[in-house]
């Protein structure tokens, strides 16, 4: 049996932000499904991060280790902490059918800008947190 790859691309599952509890929640169940084969790269980690180990799912680590040798090449475009600098490798090695995203479209311009955006399925969910809404979000 197939099992469809999925991967979420978010801030990481382990940080208590919005976007990271609700990855948190999503994640913890997809994982269960015996159809899908479930990822997660996480926005704002960096190797060396002790909560990276204690995810029980396939995790992409974001960024370099602090002040290390890549960490200036990384801090060189504000993209990058949302996913930008890693997502590219995340999909050459994981392959996935499907990439989720929730957050705004500025945070997650690389997967749909991606040289591999022809291979996967996005399925993005943009946010709707403003006042008044916009009537096209409703």
């Known amino acids: 049996m197939y099992r469809r790859k999925v991967l979420f691309c978010t801030e990481s599952s382990f940080m208590q932000t919005g976007y990271g ?3 948190k929640e999503i994640i913890s169940r997809l ?3 015996p159809e899908l084969e479930v990822a997660e790269l996480g926005g704002y980690s960096n190797e060396g991060m002790e909560d990276i180990g204690r995810v029980p799912w396939k995790f ?3 960024g370099p280790k602090q002040n290390g040798l890549e960490w200036a090449n990384y801090k060189a475009d504000p993209s990058n902490e949302f996913g930008a600098y890693s997502f590219n490798a ?5 392959q996935p059918d499907i990439v989720c995203g929730y957050r705004d479209h500025w945070m997650d311009i690389h997967e749909q800008l991606s040289p591999f955006r022809d291979f996967y399925n996005l399925v993005w969910m943009p946010t709707v947190d403003a006042a008044p809404s916009n009537s096209s979000w409703i």
């Open 90 to 94: 995340a999909c050459i090695d994981f």
């Open 31 to 33: 994982v269960k499904h």
């Open 21 to 23: 509890v609700y990855a």
């Open 60 to 62: 992409y680590v974001n």
